[in-house]
């Protein structure tokens, strides 16, 4: 079975930086995996992962929906530029907040953030975007995931409750966590 991941830092490959194994990589002992996501992405990045591939290739994808709160940006981020995980990642402000007190040069994304985002036009910029994932990949076999508490007018498998209990340092969980995750994947596969 051909299978696309897409999707964020839950979806993505750790093994770049962190030694151990994901539910991604549990995935990719038994099935033919392509994975695309990358750590910090915004929605609409991972809607470009999914637009960049011929999906007719892939027998399932997996889509692995992010924060609404990551604006995107095309240039290396500000803070994460030499991180081999996060190097691509998009804005959040817990980002910028933390390591502004560190780095000099990012008072200007700070103050964006403080005083021109609006979380309600980040909210529904999500949700187009979801709404178009979801539209492009319906007529295929695709799983949506989320750790996340978003509601989505689509049906997305959610692990907050896993992520809850098993928080740790690959792909955000224990490795009991990954291997919860697997599990539940392969049912629905």
């Not at 609409?44 to 709160?69: M, P």
């Not at 997305?156 to 599990?183: A, C, L, P, W």
Request: proline share 2%.
């Amino acid at each position: 079975m051909n299978i696309l991941i897409c999707g964020d830092s839950f979806a993505a490959d750790w093994t770049v930086k962190y030694k151990g194994q994901g539910w991604p990589n549990l995935l990719a002992q038994e099935f033919n995996v392509t994975n695309l996501a990358q750590a910090g992405c915004s929605e609409y990045k991972i809607y470009k992962q999914i637009a960049s591939k011929n999906l007719d290739e892939y027998d399932l994808i997996i889509v692995s929906h992010t924060s609404a709160f990551r604006w995107y940006i095309e240039t290396p981020h500000p803070v994460h530029y030499a991180d081999p995980l996060h190097k691509n990642s998009d804005l959040i402000y817990t980002d910028i907040e933390e390591h502004n007190k560190f780095r000099s040069g990012l008072t200007s994304i700070l103050q964006f953030f403080r005083k021109c985002y609006s979380l309600e036009y980040a909210e529904f910029i999500h949700e187009l975007i979801s709404e178009k994932i979801y539209n492009i990949t319906k007529d295929k076999k695709v799983l949506h995931l989320t750790h996340i508490d978003v509601m989505y007018s689509f049906d997305v498998i959610n692990f907050s409750d896993i992520f809850k209990q098993y928080r740790g340092n690959m792909n955000h969980y224990t490795d009991e966590g990954n291997q919860i995750i697997f599990e539940r994947i392969k049912k629905n596969i």
